[in-house]
């Protein structure tokens, strides 16, 4: 395979065989020594960016003893082509979205959209479980182990990162879970929003038609790969890391931004439906 520039796929590859190299207790250097490669070659393969072939990495997979199931996963991640990744996650797995996860961690900004529900990274566990239970794409058997996941994510909402959400009024007036749980899922909005890294801003329902109605998505921005949008639907996850569909989206948050109330306004909105509800 020709040596490419890092993609979404790129790095979810390369994730997964640094995950097998590290198995090993081998450093790259004494692994590329093992193997016969420069250095350079292996420290590519990790990051994403290509330079081997597929024997070579059957070579590799096998030194490190990596497990059949994660091996013939990997292989097909290094087959991949195209600024297009697909994932159709297996029901109930905690690791189900294993790409985002990645993909949020490497993030250093992130900005999302959502039009129905509080953001997901915004939900509190009790928002998430009434959301995952109600979606009934999750068995009752996993049910608890999919939700925790789903709640876990929250942890990357830290300081060395910034975070834009745009939600529109109407996801504030859904009452998911009961009234209790939209109270505090309300209250929870309000806390984060005073945090200097978290912006919260809301588009009203009078601004009617708006640029967001094609639905939600998130933009991921990364200090050395281009951006990446991420758009979820019902059973599968969609990921573009191409030029043309990322500038499409980032006109549609700058529509957004143009109509959306400031952060000061918006918490005003989200406090007035909290005291409604008193």
Same mark, same amino acid.
């Given at each position: 395979?020709?040596?490419?520039?890092? $993609?979404?796929?790129?790095?979810?590859?390369?994730?997964?065989?640094?995950?097998?190299?590290?198995?090993?207790?081998? !450093?790259?250097?004494?692994?590329?020594?093992?193997?016969?490669?420069?250095?350079?070659?292996?420290?590519?393969?990790?990051?994403?960016?290509?330079?081997?072939?597929?024997?070579?990495?059957?070579?590799?997979?096998?030194?490190? @003893? %990596?497990?059949?199931?994660?091996?013939?996963?990997?292989?097909?991640?290094?087959?991949?082509?195209?600024?297009?990744?697909? @994932?159709?996650?297996?029901?109930?797995?905690?690791?189900?979205?294993?790409?985002?996860?990645? *993909?949020?961690?490497?993030?250093?900004?992130?900005?999302?959209? $959502?039009?129905?529900?509080?953001?997901?990274?915004? *939900?509190?566990?009790?928002?998430?479980?009434?959301?995952?239970?109600?979606?009934?794409?999750?068995?009752?058997?996993?049910?608890?182990? %999919?939700?925790?996941?789903?709640?876990?994510?929250?942890?990357?909402?830290?300081?060395?990162?910034?975070? !834009?959400?745009?939600?529109?009024? *109407?996801?504030?007036?859904?009452?998911?879970?009961?009234?209790?749980?939209?109270?505090? *899922?309300?209250?929870?909005?309000?806390?984060?929003?005073?945090?200097?890294?978290?912006?919260? @801003?809301?588009?009203?329902?009078?601004?009617?038609?708006?640029?967001?109605? $094609?639905?939600?998505?998130?933009?991921?921005?990364?200090?050395?790969?281009?951006?990446?949008?991420?758009?979820? $639907?019902?059973?599968?996850?969609?990921?573009?890391?191409?030029?043309?569909?990322?500038?499409?989206?980032?006109?549609?948050?700058?529509?957004?931004?143009?109509?959306?109330?400031?952060?000061?306004?918006?918490?005003?909105?989200?406090?007035?439906?909290?005291?409604?509800?008193?």
């Amino acid at each position: 395979m020709p040596k490419r520039s890092s $993609s979404v796929v790129g790095r979810e590859f390369g994730n997964g065989v640094r995950a097998s190299v590290e198995s090993t207790g081998l !450093t790259q250097r004494q692994l590329a020594e093992a193997l016969g490669w420069q250095e350079a070659k292996l420290s590519d393969m990790l990051a994403g960016k290509g330079g081997v072939n597929e024997p070579e990495v059957r070579e590799l997979l096998a030194y490190c @003893r %990596t497990p059949l199931e994660e091996r013939e996963r990997l292989i097909e991640l290094f087959r991949e082509q195209g600024s297009v990744y697909l @994932r159709v996650p297996d029901e109930g797995v905690p690791d189900q979205v294993r790409t985002l996860i990645n *993909q949020e961690k490497e993030a250093t900004e992130i900005i999302a959209w $959502s039009m129905i529900l509080v953001p997901g990274l915004l *939900q509190i566990f009790e928002y998430i479980a009434a959301v995952t239970a109600k979606a009934r794409t999750v068995s009752p058997e996993n049910l608890a182990a %999919t939700v925790a996941a789903r709640a876990a994510r929250t942890e990357i909402l830290d300081y060395d990162r910034t975070f !834009t959400f745009y939600v529109h009024e *109407q996801a504030l007036w859904l009452p998911v879970g009961g009234e209790e749980v939209w109270r505090e *899922q309300l209250a929870h909005l309000l806390r984060l929003s005073v945090r200097n890294y978290i912006s919260i @801003r809301i588009v009203p329902r009078s601004v009617g038609m708006h640029a967001g109605v $094609s639905g939600d998505f998130r933009l991921m921005k990364f200090p050395k790969y281009p951006p990446v949008v991420y758009v979820e $639907s019902v059973k599968c996850c969609l990921f573009f890391d191409d030029k043309d569909t990322v500038e499409v989206y980032e006109n549609i948050l700058k529509d957004l931004a143009a109509v959306a109330l400031d952060e000061e306004e918006s918490r005003a909105v989200i406090n007035s439906i909290l005291e409604g509800l008193q």
